[in-house]
């Protein structure tokens, strides 16, 4: 699941953008030329391969990177 999650382009870009610190998904979304959806969508998988967490906090919906997953692929 983790390797698949990792051979998309766009999911690549969002974790290397999760690396440099937390972001909501609009702040996500305005690096990509992608809707809103299909950024969720990528998000989603991310979150389904343990590679990000994400919470809702009120209209803030922050996103991070779980590191921890990606050093046991090293």
Do not use: Y
């Not at 690549?12 to 299909?38: C, H, M, T, W």
């Amino acid at each position: 699941m983790i390797f698949m999650a990792l051979a998309d382009p766009t999911r690549r870009g969002i974790l290397e953008l999760l690396s440099k610190g937390d972001a909501s998904v609009n702040e996500l979304a305005k690096a990509f030329p992608l809707s809103l959806p299909a950024i969720s969508k990528h998000l989603k998988v991310l979150e389904r391969a343990s590679l990000i967490s994400r919470e809702r906090n009120a209209q803030w919906r922050p996103c991070w990177l779980e590191a921890k997953m990606l050093k046991r692929l090293v």
